[in-house]
């Protein structure tokens, strides 16, 4: 084992001998071992073990565990810490600013045993509220977390939007408006279908004069890491890290090029089977290609060959959901729990923003590391939120909680309390370490409850950082059926879950969706739209969305569902 293996062996025993709150004095002098170490340049490998005793800062104890290391390429004492330390928190352990004592807080208090589950706290502003950490300390965190993850070359749809449209800005002006060489620039690809997570943006340069195009796209991309021309596409990534193509393409093979650089692989193979004659025939819209091929024309985001070809051939696809559609918003935060504003403020950014009505889903008590909220507070919240109706009339607030789904699939808080909630979402926090069967079980009990309402982000995932828990959807979709329970499609843009892939299968059910924001703050109520993107990936129209009903409409569903449970 070289010095630097060791270096680094002997950093890590320090930070976990703090992280289990060892003896202080052996942490101390591993940690002043480590600092003298690092200086030195003579390989350890060379020296007796009495040699490596006489080392500044280093004695017989680290001694022993620099000749084990070299000897066995391994040390026990550090084995047993790793063995009884979450894998997730070792990798905590090594983002820059956070050591043992923040880490510590931030597994034990705040039960976050993963990057990814410590990203979405930040997201979530949970960070704040523990020891020794503040907003500041929070951003910095998060901005830590999203260049390790940009370093994975794969991102969030939220987070390369701004990018995405920064870049067709930019170019658009210099081609466009500047030099006149070029029509339109369409970005394709993944980025048009509005998928959830991509690694790579590609733009479509509309022009008659490819070679100006070409001259220009030379000097654009001076500069740009692993830039590579092949075939007039220049492909190299940005500062961002994601993989940027630019492409100049002859006008008059525009429309047939955009179709091909738009769909999945699948979907435009289907396409092209019902046009035998389409590298002859020039297009002058994307709408001829389908319209050629006996299809009505098919969206952008559908182009996934789940139902669209078919449903296309028999005219029959579906009046996409719009963002305008959602009249208000259900599953949000406020200061009673997690959230970094008010009721007032939350329900005000509403009206804001024009929606009729706004869901309160405070996390429940035993999600104690959201700050849940016991009984007595809850109280105090439904006193608010009555005066908050009469003050904001016709606006209305709806009084709900996220109820955390025990380990037995049971529900947070007696049925007496569950009783005084105009709905329930009903969601897993925790335990999400299920085989499918255990998760399966847990869920279909929690959606028998009779107090459920929707069952809220059912698989737990946090897109590119945390799979979720393996779920069988068609079960699950089922027992909603059966309990006229509604799913969540969490918008928050790192869960979008559930899945879009199954959003079809529970529109066939006749299963509705609720699009939520499952907003913290005030900013994040907008995060609607990105549920609204892929929900419209998977069909999704008005009628089968929950919160597209009017405030009176969504106040008698609540009534009326309230009532079938008093009589039952």
């Known amino acids: 084992m070289e010095n630097k293996e060791i270096i680094s062996s002997l950093k890590l025993l320090?930070?976990?001998?703090?992280?289990?709150?060892?003896?202080?004095?052996?942490?101390?002098?591993?940690?002043?071992?480590?600092?003298?170490?690092?200086?030195?340049?003579?390989?350890?490998?060379?020296?007796?073990?009495?040699?490596?005793?006489?080392?500044?800062?280093?004695?017989?104890?680290?001694?022993?565990?620099?000749?084990?290391?070299?000897?066995?390429?391994?040390?026990?004492?550090?084995?047993?810490?790793?063995?009884?330390?979450?894998?997730?928190?070792?990798?905590?352990?090594?983002?820059?600013?956070?050591?043992?004592?923040?880490?510590?807080?931030?597994?034990?208090?705040?039960?976050?045993?993963?990057?990814?589950?410590?990203?979405?706290?930040?997201?979530?502003?949970?960070?704040?509220?523990?020891?020794?950490?503040?907003?500041?300390?929070?951003?910095?965190?998060?901005?830590?977390?999203?260049?390790?993850?940009?370093?994975?070359?794969?991102f969030h749809y939220a987070s390369i939007e701004p990018i995405a449209y920064s870049i067709l800005k930019s170019l658009e002006t210099e081609l466009i408006q500047l030099k006149k060489i070029a029509t339109v620039i369409e970005i394709a690809g993944d980025f048009r279908r509005n998928c959830e997570v991509l690694d790579r943006l590609i733009y479509l340069i509309n022009t008659n004069d490819v070679n100006k195009v070409y001259d220009f796209l030379t000097v654009f991309t001076i500069g740009f890491s692993e830039l590579n021309i092949d075939e007039n596409r220049f492909t190299f990534r940005d500062e961002s890290g994601i993989i940027i193509t630019l492409q100049p393409v002859q006008q008059a093979n525009f429309p047939f090029t955009l179709l091909k650089e738009t769909g999945s692989k699948v979907h435009v193979e289907e396409v092209l089977k019902l046009l035998p004659d389409s590298t002859k025939k020039i297009f002058e819209t994307e709408e001829q290609v389908y319209l050629d091929?006996?299809?009505?024309?098919?969206?952008?985001?559908?182009?996934?060959?789940?139902?669209?070809?078919?449903?296309?051939?028999?005219?029959?696809?579906?009046?996409?959901?719009?963002?305008?559609?959602?009249?208000?918003?259900?599953?949000?935060?406020?200061?009673?729990?997690?959230?970094?504003?008010?009721?007032?403020?939350?329900?005000?950014?509403?009206?804001?923003?024009?929606?009729?009505?706004?869901?309160?889903?405070?996390?429940?008590?035993?999600?104690?590391?959201?700050?849940?909220?016991?009984?007595?507070?809850?109280?105090?919240?439904?006193?608010?939120?009555?005066?908050?109706?009469?003050?904001?009339a016709p606006f209305k607030l709806f009084k709900g909680i996220e109820s955390d789904i025990l380990n037995d699939g049971s529900l947070d808080y007696?049925?007496?309390?569950?009783?005084?909630?105009?709905?329930?979402?009903?969601?897993?926090?925790?335990?999400?370490?299920?085989?499918?069967?255990?998760?399966?079980?847990?869920?279909?009990?929690?959606?028998?409850?009779?107090?459920?309402?929707?069952?809220?982000?059912?698989?737990?995932?946090?897109?590119?950082?945390?799979?979720?828990?393996?779920?069988d959807h068609a079960y699950i979709i089922d027992c909603c059926a059966a309990n006229n329970v509604i799913i969540e499609l969490n918008a928050n843009p790192l869960r979008l879950d559930m899945d879009w892939r199954w959003i079809h299968y529970a529109i066939n059910k006749g299963v509705k969706i609720s699009i939520n924001p499952d907003a913290h703050k005030t900013s994040t109520l907008a995060d609607m739209r990105y549920g609204v993107l892929v929900a419209r990936k998977a069909g999704l129209t008005a009628e089968m969305c929950f919160n597209t009903l009017n405030v009176n409409e969504m106040d008698l569903y609540f009534r009326n569902r309230k009532r079938t449970m008093e009589i039952k």
């Not at 929070?138 to 940009?150: L, N, V, Y």
């Not at 279909?444 to 950082?465: D, Q, S, W, Y």
């Open 414 to 471: 007696s049925n007496e309390i569950l009783s005084t909630f105009d709905f329930v979402v009903a969601s897993v926090h925790s335990n999400l370490k299920m085989e499918e069967q255990k998760a399966n079980a847990r869920l279909k009990k929690a959606i028998e409850n009779p107090f459920t309402t929707i069952l809220g982000h059912p698989t737990g995932r946090l897109l590119l950082v945390r799979e979720g828990y393996k779920i």
């Open 14 to 154: 320090a930070k976990l001998m703090e992280l289990h709150e060892e003896n202080p004095f052996k942490v101390k002098s591993v940690q002043n071992a480590v600092f003298n170490l690092d200086k030195f340049a003579t390989p350890f490998n060379s020296l007796t073990q009495k040699e490596i005793e006489n080392l500044p800062g280093v004695g017989k104890g680290i001694a022993a565990k620099i000749i084990e290391l070299v000897q066995n390429n391994h040390l026990t004492e550090l084995d047993d810490l790793i063995n009884i330390t979450p894998s997730g928190i070792i990798e905590i352990l090594g983002i820059k600013g956070l050591g043992p004592k923040k880490v510590a807080t931030i597994w034990q208090d705040l039960n976050i045993e993963t990057v990814g589950e410590l990203y979405y706290a930040c997201n979530e502003n949970r960070l704040i509220e523990a020891k020794g950490f503040g907003l500041k300390t929070q951003e910095e965190i998060k901005k830590k977390i999203e260049f390790m993850m940009a370093g994975t070359g794969w």
């Open 293 to 392: 091929a006996g299809l009505t024309y098919i969206l952008p985001e559908l182009r996934e060959n789940t139902f669209e070809i078919e449903a296309a051939k028999n005219h029959k696809l579906p009046q996409l959901i719009n963002n305008s559609d959602l009249l208000g918003t259900l599953h949000n935060h406020s200061t009673y729990s997690d959230g970094a504003n008010t009721l007032s403020e939350m329900a005000n950014a509403c009206i804001q923003n024009g929606l009729q009505y706004f869901g309160i889903c405070d996390h429940s008590k035993s999600a104690f590391y959201a700050k849940g909220m016991k009984e007595d507070l809850i109280l105090a919240q439904h006193a608010e939120i009555e005066k908050l109706n009469l003050k904001l």
